[in-house]
């Protein structure tokens, strides 16, 4: 299996997945540069967390028009897994690849810490009751009007919902998809959760290895 890993000016998280999917899941990577056209061969495509142009204009809107993301539509047309993990998901948003959008956090803080979660939609019965994830970020607020939220929960589209919403998520969104369920985007890190923590409350180095395994389950389909 192969997995392109789009990267941006102020991208930071890209190391951090690219080491999760090759030395956990022997997955060969290539990072796919932001100003470069790229031929939709991989098998699927990973939009890491950072800070994107430095989130000027808006969080994720510069790096929704560089060239790369012409290629990441025509993967996407082409069925290709695409995933986008925090500023990955807001950039989607932007991209308008996901409806909705992700803005200011409720109390305008950052927020760094983890947080339960629960499957919803389509991925309703695929975590456990103690599943967790970590997040960091200032801008995960996920907004969309109310024509587009009875949309996406009637098809479905509503991946993990918070448990306890830190951010002011409408609906307690912290994940979502596409029509199809092969364009997906959430707020917290799964490759942050693949290690044993010193915390033993959870086994949480489960955690985010269930959710790479959920989605590469898309690649045979």
């Keep these: 299996m192969r997995a392109g890993i789009l990267v941006f000016p102020g991208s930071n998280c890209d190391r951090d997945l690219i080491s999760v999917l090759e ?3 022997q997955i060969q990577t290539e990072i796919l540069w932001h100003t470069e056209h790229f031929e939709p ?3 699927l495509y990973f939009l890491p967390g950072g800070f994107s142009y430095g989130d000027y204009l808006r969080t994720g809107a510069l790096a929704a028009q560089c060239r790369s993301i012409a290629s990441l ?4 047309q082409n069925g290709r897994p695409v995933v986008g993990i925090c500023n990955g998901f807001q950039i989607l948003c932007e991209a308008k690849l996901l409806p909705g959008a992700l803005v200011r ?3 305008l803080l950052h927020i760094c810490e983890w947080v339960p979660l629960a499957g919803a939609g389509r991925w309703q019965d695929c975590f456990p009751e103690n599943f967790a994830l970590p997040i960091s970020h200032g801008e995960g607020n996920f907004l969309c009007n109310e024509d587009e939220l009875k949309a996406i929960e009637d098809r479905g589209q509503v991946l993990l919902r918070y448990r306890e919403n ?3 998520s409408l609906a307690d969104i912290a994940g ?3 029509p199809n369920g092969r364009i997906i985007g959430l707020m917290p890190h799964p490759e942050r959760a693949l290690r044993p923590s010193l915390d033993l409350a959870f086994s949480r180095e489960r955690f985010g290895r269930l959710f790479f395994e959920k989605v590469f389950s898309l690649v045979s389909k």
């Design 73 to 76: 539509r025509r993967a996407a």
């Design 176 to 178: 979502i998809c596409s």
């Design 23 to 25: 030395n956990e899941f």
């Design 105 to 107: 956090n409720r109390d």
């Design 166 to 168: 830190p951010n002011g």
């Design 41 to 43: 061969h991989h098998d």
